[in-house]
């Protein structure tokens, strides 16, 4: 079946320096998500790609969406205390919504 | 205010006991979905419906039951068969199973002793 893997499992920064979190998928997708939880909440929705090679820009966050389909990375630029929490990609495939096991970020002030 | 609701927040049961955990949603969206999270691991697809009256499994079924006789409603049965139950169980909706984005309910914290 259809397998997301992220790398990596956790991450620790210092205030101020970036940070990148990468998503493989298993299968060709038709998209991916991104989501954030933060410490004790739920999961909500940042983004969506859809096309090969795109690239989305939040503020800080840069999302990339591999040539052949099957990679994604988010990365976040100057990190901030309102950064920390758990990033998930999402890859839709074969009718499908997989979620990748996640990159837990926390921030040293 | 529109969302989706889950409730309680925390759950204790005695093991061997079903327990039946909420989810409400007044999004107007066809599809819900279970998620299991436990930690250090993604979200873990339990069951999914893309209309009422109508649902499929997910990756980890077993243990489980659901229901969907309303739009807005799909509750989850964690029996006694669920091996080990003891997990944050996430509820979320979607305008349909495509490529959607998914909105989550608050969660519940489920502990059995």
């Known amino acids: 079946g259809q397998q997301v893997m992220q790398i990596p499992q956790y991450q620790h920064v210092q205030e101020g320096e970036d940070f990148t979190t990468y998503c493989n998928s298993s299968?060709?997708?038709?998209?991916i998500q991104w989501y954030k939880q933060r410490p004790g909440g739920h999961p909500v929705f940042l983004i969506q790609?859809?096309?090969?090679?795109e690239v989305k820009k939040q503020k800080r966050l840069t999302f990339q969406f591999g040539e052949a389909k099957k990679n994604s990375s988010l990365h976040i630029t100057a990190t901030q205390t309102t950064d920390v929490g758990t990033y998930f990609c999402?890859?839709?495939?074969?009718?499908?919504?997989?979620f990748g096991t996640g990159t837990r970020l926390t921030i040293i002030p | 205010d529109g969302g989706i609701t889950q409730s309680p927040k925390y759950l204790f049961r005695k093991e061997g006991q079903n327990v039946t955990l909420s989810c409400e949603q007044n999004?107007?969206?066809?599809?819900m979905y279970w998620y299991r999270q436990d930690p250090g691991q993604g979200l873990r697809l339990i069951y999914y419906?893309?209309?009422?009256?109508?649902?499929q499994k997910g990756d980890i079924a077993e243990g489980y039951s659901v229901s969907r006789e309303k739009k807005e409603s799909f509750p989850l049965t964690v029996t006694s068969a669920q091996k080990n139950p003891t997990a944050f169980y996430l509820c979320?909706?979607?305008?349909?199973?495509?490529?959607?984005?998914?909105?989550f309910g608050p969660g519940t914290r489920l502990t059995v002793t």
């Open positions: 979320a909706s979607s305008p349909g199973t495509g490529d959607y984005e998914q909105y």
């Open positions: 299968t060709t997708l038709s998209n």
């Open positions: 790609l859809v096309k090969s090679g």
């Open positions: 999402a890859g839709f495939g074969n009718e499908k919504l997989t």
């Open positions: 999004l107007n969206h066809d599809a």
């Open positions: 419906s893309q209309i009422v009256n109508d649902f």
